[in-house]
């Protein structure tokens, strides 16, 4: 017979070999490992160091370089943050200092970091606006074409260079053609135009339409032939407020997240206005929309799952669509399961008082501040630009919300969208 020992740990109820507990005092292996565990723990604790990586550093350039620049791991370190993030501190750049991290980004990928050169050069271009047209005949040379965006200053004789390549370059037309439609100009929409009417052989390998690729640098090729944007030009982040700040409320040019007194058809729960626009602001104007009011309501949990429609009468008040069409598949919401905790933020965001770039929060991997009114939409998924469901035009983009920003836990991008001839809006949802 084996003769056990109980395990020395109190409420612990296992039984140990005794040559075991010779090996361990008396604990059996799992108590034995949770002892060194917390032991390690608390070693770490004592002896953890604060370094400051950006001590005696003012050179913006040279902060941006470190915070590129993977720290390695050490649990007996603890990195102090930098008081600005990557966003302000690109933000705050002067021209000189753009220029420098321009030859930066390329020398990196000159060396072989080609992921740190494409963040650099995403950053400069999204928060900046800044021109890369200095290093396309880089990226060419590397044969990098992601991301389209890049491209979106291509010279001329670039532009010829990628319509000619997309003929022959199998491994690389996806990328080529998404570069192609950021550069967008008047004979790419010519290209797109003839292969609409005369699809070329290696149509068949594509998942879309050559023309469709316009989607993903904001636009479409219309009925006629013409580039139709479908975002606006101007962008005004939508920020949090800090607790010490205010302003006049009666002012604000954009109430966000307010309960609506409407239900949704679906699920039968309490709808949201995302964003009650007051769209005769001086901000706002570029919205182009009449009357001095502009409702965006929708249900958040359906329209995690379908597009949802809402009309919009003369006043800018909201009511479901009756062009609303419920998906084949719509889980059963416990309606009492859902708190309406992100109605609670409501005071905790407001319109920026400035416009930023155009694409700031283009491309969803830069760690910017996605929430905003007007811009290119983040798109994390392809690009989803709703049908109107009256006149079968795509509806222009309005606004996006980042959710992990609104509510604990939460993930995901609401997106609103217009059609301000039938007076129709539109909200849908990304996540990863």
Known sequence: ??????CKSEDCLATILPATADKTGGYCMPCRQEIEHQERQ???????????????????????????????????????????????????????????????????????????????????????????????????????????????????????????????????????????????????VKRFCEWRKSPPQWVEELHIRPELYAYEAGWELTQNGNRRNLFHEYNYAIEKIEACDSRNEAIEPVTILTPSSHTC???GGKLTTLLDLKVGHPSLHFLSMAGERLKIETCVMC????????????????????????????????????????????KLFRLASQSRNSYHAAHWTLESTVSQVGGHPTWIQDAEYPICPCCSKYMIFISQLDWGEVV?????????FICSDCRITATSFQQS
């Not at 017979?1 to 109980?6: K, Q």
């Open 265 to 267: 058809l679906w699920c």
């Open 42 to 188: 608390q070693y770490i604790k004592e002896n953890r160091k604060d370094v400051d990586l950006y001590e005696g550093i003012d050179d913006p350039v040279e902060i941006l370089k470190i915070m590129h620049t993977p720290s390695s791991y050490n649990p007996l370190i603890q990195y102090i943050p930098y008081v600005l993030n990557r966003e302000q501190l690109y933000i705050s750049l002067s021209e000189e200092d753009t220029d420098r991290m321009l030859v930066y980004g390329m020398s990196l990928m000159d060396s072989g970091d080609v992921d740190t050169s494409q963040d650099i050069l995403l950053s400069l271009l999204c928060y900046k606006n800044k021109s890369l047209a200095t290093s396309i005949q880089g990226l060419i040379f590397h044969d990098l074409y992601y991301p389209g965006i890049l491209f979106k200053d291509a010279s001329e004789e670039e532009r010829d260079r990628l319509l000619n390549q997309v003929e022959h370059d199998k491994d690389s037309r996806n990328h080529l053609l998404v570069a192609l439609a950021w550069i967008g100009d008047e004979q790419v």
């Open 1 to 6: 017979m084996v003769i056990r020992i109980p």
């Open 408 to 416: 604990e836990y939460g993930e995901g991008i609401y997106y609103t």
């Open 303 to 346: 329209s995690c799952y379908s597009v949802v429609f809402m009309d919009v009468d003369s006043s800018g008040e909201s009511k479901w669509s009756t062009y609303n069409q419920r998906p084949d598949y719509l889980p059963v919401f416990n309606i009492d399961d859902y708190d309406n905790q992100h109605l609670s933020a409501s």
